[in-house]
């Protein structure tokens, strides 16, 4: 295998091509520019050779080195093999691991993940590892699970000298790969960045011949429909009319009224009963940039009336020139957990030649105020398997929260605990994507797990592109 290893730090790339060299392999290092714009040219090029170039170029291997992370638009459209970065976040880490890139903040591991690789190691977790000793194996079941049977062909894992591991492919042929603390770590990140089979969004579409969006039979998106509220310039549509775009698309909405007044909101508190959640009804002021302007736990009439006057009172203090319609008094349904999502289309830029489906980037989190302290998120793309999207929700440090929020009960392992929130997901992001042109991008804040089990879309925001405007100018 030819590397190709592109630096912006020269003592960091010849570290690595050093311990290359211990290891037996040659890499081709350049310290020269910016390393992703060098990787990306690379990269175009391997793909316009093609696997039967007589170049060899199918066996170049392309991997970065940098001192600090590149945005994740950058990351998503230079699909690299390796990327080594000392100052990556767990979040950038989780993100280009779903990219299928083989990402680790150690120079130390990425070695070793070179090492695998050169020596065709395609499943090291499958490996065998009976040539070890019991310390050994011990020291690497520590950190990433092997099969009990391993795989046919998969390779063994052997000890070369005290300390450091050797491969063993299936035709007997030996490859150093370095120390048992960077090989275990290595064969972890591998086994994160595999990639399953990405579905198409036909998947998603609901079933044509099911019910009205919303009903027990089932749902059918309704992109027409959708569409039509969102026709219009460029802007951000206000709670009510992004819930009325995304109801086309089968995503459960609270039970709400819309007050104008604080003896009409007891009125509706009461015959919806309570404990009620209010909600301020503004087009010119968001409830997540503002979280006073929401209140939940209003258990009696008099509270839901001087709750009424005092968000009232807030707002016109906030913006003298807000619109306020009122509040919106809802079912206080209680919630285990509450998330912040954002969608937005991955536009591919024309030198790029991905394949698959076109994707959607989701960034997403734990909206309390101790998940956002903690930065507690994750960013990925979709579509994904449900396996791909169980390793994403399982880096949150919450995430047990939500399988005991949706897993059956004493049965912790269980991945069926995953299917409501990937279906969820996906059907947020099948509307970013059938309107990947008037959408920039949508937020959902909060989006509640609610005690029963079921998912609640609360607040919503979708950023209309210029796209109409566009159009009727290019007709006119």
Request: aromatic share 6%.
């Amino acid at each position: 295998m030819n590397w190709r290893v592109f630096s912006d730090s020269p003592e960091l790339g010849v570290e690595l091509a050093n311990g290359c060299a211990e290891r037996g392999i040659q890499v081709d290092l350049s310290c020269e520019g910016p390393p992703w714009d060098s990787a990306l040219t690379c990269v175009l090029e391997r793909r316009t050779q093609g696997p039967n170039s007589t170049a060899g170029s199918s066996s170049t291997a392309v991997m970065v080195i940098s001192q600090d992370a590149p945005e994740g638009v950058v990351l998503a459209h230079t699909p690299v093999d390796v990327w080594c970065c000392p100052r990556m976040t767990d979040q950038q880490r989780g993100w280009a691991w779903d990219l299928g890139i083989a990402a680790t903040p150690d120079l130390g591991t990425a070695g070793a993940i070179v090492a695998l690789m050169d020596a065709g190691a395609t499943a090291p977790w499958k490996a065998s590892l009976r040539p070890l000793g019991a310390m050994d194996r011990a020291r690497l079941t520590r950190v990433t699970p092997y099969g009990k049977r391993p795989s046919l062909g998969a390779g063994q894992l052997f000890s070369e000298i005290r300390g450091v591991l050797g491969w063993s492919n299936a035709e007997g042929e030996q490859f150093t790969l370095g120390r048992i603390e960077d090989v275990a770590q290595a064969v972890d990140v591998l086994r994160q960045c595999r990639q399953d089979a990405t579905p198409s969004w036909d998947t998603f579409l609901g079933d044509p011949g099911a019910g009205p969006t919303g009903s027990v039979g089932g749902f059918r998106a309704d992109p027409e429909r959708a569409r039509e509220t969102l026709f219009g310039p460029q802007r951000i549509l206000s709670d009510p009319s992004s819930k009325q775009v995304l109801q086309h698309y089968g995503l459960q909405l609270p039970t709400e009224v819309l007050c104008s007044s604080p003896s009409r909101a007891a009125v509706e508190a009461a015959r919806l009963g309570f404990p009620v959640r209010m909600t301020l009804a503004s087009p010119d002021l968001r409830v997540w940039d503002h979280p006073e302007l929401r209140q939940a736990g209003v258990d009696n009439g008099a509270r839901v009336r001087d709750v009424f006057r005092q968000m009232s009172a807030w707002a016109q203090r906030v913006d003298p020139q807000s619109r306020v319609l009122g509040l919106w008094v809802s079912v206080g349904a209680p919630s285990m957990a509450e998330l912040w999502v954002r969608m937005e289309p991955l536009h591919s830029p024309e030198t790029s030649d991905t394949e698959g489906p076109p994707r959607v980037r989701v960034e997403f989190g734990f909206a309390d105020a101790h998940g956002r302290a903690a930065g507690d998120a994750q960013t990925t793309l979709l579509p994904c398997s449900p396996g791909s999207f169980e390793k994403v929700l399982s880096r949150l440090q919450g995430c047990g929260l939500l399988r005991k929020a949706f897993g059956p009960a004493g049965e912790p392992r269980d991945p069926s605990w995953v299917a409501p929130l990937h279906q969820w997901f996906h059907r947020l992001a099948l509307f970013v994507h059938e309107q990947r042109d008037a959408v920039g991008a949508v937020e959902v804040n909060p989006l509640s797990i609610l005690a029963d089990g079921s998912i609640e879309l609360q607040e919503a925001s979708i950023a209309v592109t210029d796209c109409f405007e566009n159009a009727l100018t290019a007709w006119g």
